[in-house]
């Protein structure tokens, strides 16, 4: 049954070439791939595994189970949906490998990170944080707290506002360098909380995630160890488990029971791991993109349009923007599922975004732009600049490049583009404060007196 499934197979073997590759990379690009490689794997690998063994009857309030699939045959349906993934994955795999052979052959030395420990970037982030934050406590207290897959929040201010603290925690976690190790695990543990609570609180499992690939992205740059290795395990599979267990203590007597009513279906030895199936959902994507013809969705204008508009603030515009995973839901999804009833934002995946635009042609397109991405992302964090740094740090926390394609990166890019602006701002201030601070200490730590009314004489 799995062996006779040629595209798993297929993609078996691309993303353990996608692992290659990034075994002979160093710094954060290793890093990062593997990620791309481990969450690709629980989507299109570990989902259709359990379906294919399991063969589950399609139940309300089940997401695992896709009815389509089921009224197709499992064995069919997923060998279909996966045909266009299977191509996709191979063609990234070989582009990222290719790229790995080429910088190998530069053997480039390891980089330092210009503005780790800077404390211009350190006070930068941290004032983020705390306003970050306070936004995020007052969405909370108000009940406007978006969840995941809203199309809109309560309060799209607070939202925003509620934005830089994702940057702060995230900067802090990868570029902070305080000087003793017990410093380092408290505020480390501090942020991976706040951002446990965060994800707990907009029913999320991207918080927590990000916070996760910061710590790796942070022991990426700082060097590995065996105790590093073990230790951003058991923050990933922490904010895992510490989720769910949260969520569960969200829920209502009647929704926990409705839950282990649907989770009753399948086998004790897989129940634990439904809850985090159900996170990983681009299978789901992958048969959309099954169920609609090629090239129906949007023009090649409409798609160029659509992406020089996402980075574009929307006040400037005279219409609205494009929505990529709303349009998804209701053109792509709607085509094989009733949607009328639902409002809601989904992960389109570059490769059934890219299948649904353009045929395998649009699948080429849009590997190759999701590794243009992934490649640069990873530059970002070397940089001299505020400003790629700052989008460097943006994108681990929000996974555009595992989970969305071309116009859900360029929508996500131009959300930050507005909190990148309010960060440089903070910046300045941040820096005329330090100035400010040398120009009235400097004197008296060298000892020398200042004269009353000496100010500005030669």
């Given at each position: 049954?799995?062996?006779?499934?040629?595209?798993?197979?297929?993609?078996?073997?691309?993303?353990?070439?996608?692992?290659?590759?990034?075994?002979?990379?160093?710094?954060?690009?290793?890093?990062?791939?593997?990620?791309?490689?481990?969450?690709?794997?629980?989507?299109?690998?570990?989902?259709?595994?359990?379906?294919?063994?399991?063969?589950?009857?399609?139940?309300?309030?089940?997401?695992v189970a896709d009815p389509r699939l089921v009224a197709l045959g499992y064995d069919r349906g997923i060998e279909k949906a996966l045909t266009p993934v299977a191509f996709g994955l191979v063609v990234y795999a070989l582009l990222l490998l290719g790229y790995a052979l080429w910088s190998r052959r530069r053997g480039r030395a390891p980089r330092p990170v210009p503005l780790a420990g800077d404390p211009d970037m350190?006070?930068?982030?941290?004032?983020?944080?705390?306003?970050?934050?306070?936004?995020?406590?007052?969405?909370?207290?108000?009940?406007?707290?978006?969840?995941?897959?809203?199309?809109?929040?309560?309060?799209?201010?607070?939202?925003?506002?509620?934005?830089?603290?994702?940057?702060?925690?995230?900067?802090?976690?990868?570029?902070?360098?305080?000087?003793?190790?017990?410093?380092?695990?408290?505020?480390?543990?501090?942020?991976?909380?706040?951002?446990?609570?965060?994800?707990?609180?907009?029913?999320?499992?991207?918080?927590?995630?990000?916070?996760?690939?910061?710590?790796?992205?942070?022991?990426?740059?700082?060097?590995?160890?065996?105790?590093?290795?073990?230790?951003?395990?058991?923050?990933?599979?922490?904010?895992?488990?510490?989720?769910?267990?949260?969520?569960?203590?969200?829920?209502?007597?009647?929704?926990?029971?409705?839950?282990?009513?649907?989770?009753?279906?399948?086998?004790?030895?897989?129940?634990?791991?439904?809850?985090?199936?159900?996170?990983?959902?681009?299978?789901?994507?992958?048969?959309?993109?099954?169920?609609?013809?090629?090239?129906?969705?949007?023009?090649?204008?409409?798609?160029?349009?659509?992406?020089?508009?996402?980075?574009?603030?929307?006040?400037?515009?005279?219409?609205?923007?494009?929505?990529?995973?709303?349009?998804?839901?209701?053109?792509?999804?709607?085509?094989?599922?009733?949607?009328?009833?639902?409002?809601?934002?989904?992960?389109?995946?570059?490769?059934?975004?890219?299948?649904?635009?353009?045929?395998?042609?649009?699948?080429?397109?849009?590997?190759?732009?999701?590794?243009?991405?992934?490649?640069?992302?990873?530059?970002?964090?070397?940089?001299?600049?505020?400003?790629?740094?700052?989008?460097?740090?943006?994108?681990?926390?929000?996974?555009?490049?595992?989970?969305?394609?071309?116009?859900?990166?360029?929508?996500?890019?131009?959300?930050?583009?507005?909190?990148?602006?309010?960060?440089?701002?903070?910046?300045?201030?941040?820096?005329?404060?330090?100035?400010?601070?040398?120009?009235?200490?400097?004197?008296?730590?060298?000892?020398?007196?200042?004269?009353?009314?000496?100010?500005?004489?030669?």
């Amino acid at each position: 049954m799995l062996i006779g499934n040629t595209p798993l197979m297929i993609i078996v073997a691309a993303l353990v070439t996608m692992v290659i590759a990034a075994l002979l990379l160093s710094g954060v690009l290793r890093v990062l791939l593997i990620a791309q490689a481990v969450y690709w794997a629980m989507s299109y690998v570990a989902r259709p595994v359990v379906l294919l063994l399991v063969q589950p009857a399609a139940a309300f309030g089940d997401n695992v189970a896709d009815p389509r699939l089921v009224a197709l045959g499992y064995d069919r349906g997923i060998e279909k949906a996966l045909t266009p993934v299977a191509f996709g994955l191979v063609v990234y795999a070989l582009l990222l490998l290719g790229y790995a052979l080429w910088s190998r052959r530069r053997g480039r030395a390891p980089r330092p990170v210009p503005l780790a420990g800077d404390p211009d970037m350190i006070g930068t982030l941290a004032v983020l944080y705390v306003l970050g934050t306070l936004a995020r406590l007052a969405s909370v207290a108000s009940g406007s707290a978006g969840a995941a897959g809203e199309v809109a929040s309560a309060s799209p201010v607070l939202s925003l506002l509620a934005m830089p603290a994702t940057l702060g925690a995230v900067g802090l976690i990868v570029l902070a360098r305080p000087e003793r190790n017990r410093d380092t695990l408290l505020l480390l543990g501090f942020l991976v909380l706040g951002e446990l609570w965060w994800t707990t609180a907009i029913q999320s499992k991207t918080p927590v995630l990000g916070a996760a690939l910061a710590v790796a992205v942070r022991f990426a740059l700082t060097g590995w160890t065996r105790q590093k290795v073990l230790g951003i395990g058991a923050v990933s599979v922490a904010g895992i488990v510490g989720f769910d267990w949260l969520q569960s203590l969200k829920s209502t007597p009647y929704l926990r029971a409705q839950a282990a009513s649907v989770d009753a279906a399948y086998p004790e030895p897989v129940r634990p791991f439904l809850s985090l199936l159900r996170r990983f959902d681009l299978l789901e994507a992958a048969t959309d993109a099954y169920f609609t013809e090629p090239g129906s969705w949007l023009t090649p204008d409409q798609v160029l349009t659509a992406l020089a508009r996402s980075l574009v603030p929307g006040q400037l515009l005279s219409g609205e923007k494009l929505q990529a995973g709303t349009a998804w839901a209701t053109d792509v999804r709607g085509a094989s599922v009733d949607m009328s009833q639902v409002s809601v934002s989904l992960a389109e995946g570059s490769i059934p975004e890219g299948y649904v635009l353009g045929g395998y042609a649009g699948v080429v397109i849009g590997v190759v732009f999701t590794a243009i991405v992934l490649i640069a992302w990873s530059r970002a964090l070397y940089a001299r600049h505020l400003v790629p740094v700052l989008f460097g740090i943006g994108l681990i926390e929000v996974p555009v490049v595992f989970e969305r394609g071309m116009l859900g990166t360029a929508e996500t890019l131009g959300k930050y583009l507005q909190v990148v602006v309010l960060a440089w701002m903070v910046r300045l201030a941040v820096g005329e404060w330090r100035r400010h601070r040398e120009r009235t200490t400097a004197p008296v730590a060298a000892g020398v007196p200042v004269p009353v009314g000496s100010e500005g004489k030669q």
